[in-house]
């Protein structure tokens, strides 16, 4: 079975500070896993996705992740935050084999003036 | 063009009213889905459709009634709603190759009274 825990609900920085928004995953198979931002009362917007190519993975605004196997964790990045990134962080990893996707729990991330 | 497209906006019904939500992409995927999310919650899967077929039903109540007309459009009729219904409907869209990301709209904010 496939799962993602994303390990803190929380995550308070200041504008200008780094940005880290940890999630760890579970997966018998090479997992296709992604980021997805979500502003309020928004959709969710597609940061970055990792698909079995390169371990580090370039996403949009600035983000990025690095895929560690050994670790199970698919963390994301970001050298310095703006106001605008305020917002809910989801983890996914997509079900192998089915259209299904699993959502981690979020994270809020608030930036601080 | 990256664009899911849902309308309305906002949605107000009572629980003895017939409403649709209409969702539209033309980026030619062939999976098309309807999610249900709660305030601070995960997005939850409710209806999976490929090649305009459906693929997926989550145990959703029959009050929700999905359909594809083609394969650029994806309705979801709704009849006969509670309260408890109340949420955000996002529509989201994928290529038909498994495993790879989903496109999601700005969803629909229904209040059902």
């Known amino acids: 079975a496939q799962s993602v825990t994303q390990l803190d609900s929380h995550v308070s920085v200041s504008e200008g500070t780094p940005v880290l928004l940890r999630c760890n995953y579970s997966?018998?198979?090479?997992?296709?896993l992604f980021w997805y931002v979500q502003h309020p009362n928004k959709g969710l917007q597609l940061l970055l996705k990792?698909?079995?190519?390169?371990?580090l993975v370039k996403g949009i605004n600035g983000f990025e992740a690095e895929f560690k196997k050994s670790e199970t964790s698919f963390h994301l990045t970001k050298p310095s935050a703006h106001m605008s990134d305020a917002a809910e962080y989801f983890c996914?990893?997509?079900?192998?084999?089915?259209?299904?996707?699993?959502f981690g729990t979020g994270t809020r991330l608030k930036v601080l003036a | 063009d990256t664009e899911v497209t849902q309308t309305p906006k906002h949605l107000v019904m009572g629980m003895t009213n017939k409403k649709s939500l209409k969702c539209e992409q033309h980026m030619g995927h062939r999976a098309m889905y309807w999610y249900k999310q709660k305030a601070k919650k995960p997005p939850e899967l409710m209806f999976v459709y490929s090649y305009e077929k459906l693929s997926i039903n989550e145990s959703v109540p029959s009050r929700f009634s999905p359909e594809c007309p083609n394969s650029s459009l994806l309705n979801l009729h709704l009849h006969a709603l509670q309260p408890e219904d109340s949420a955000l409907y996002l529509c989201a869209s994928s290529r038909q190759t498994m495993n790879t990301e989903a496109f999601f709209g700005q969803g629909t904010r229904l209040t059902v009274v």
């Open positions: 996914v990893v997509s079900v192998a084999g089915t259209y299904k996707y699993i």
């Open positions: 990792y698909t079995s190519a390169a371990t």
């Open positions: 997966s018998s198979y090479s997992p296709s």
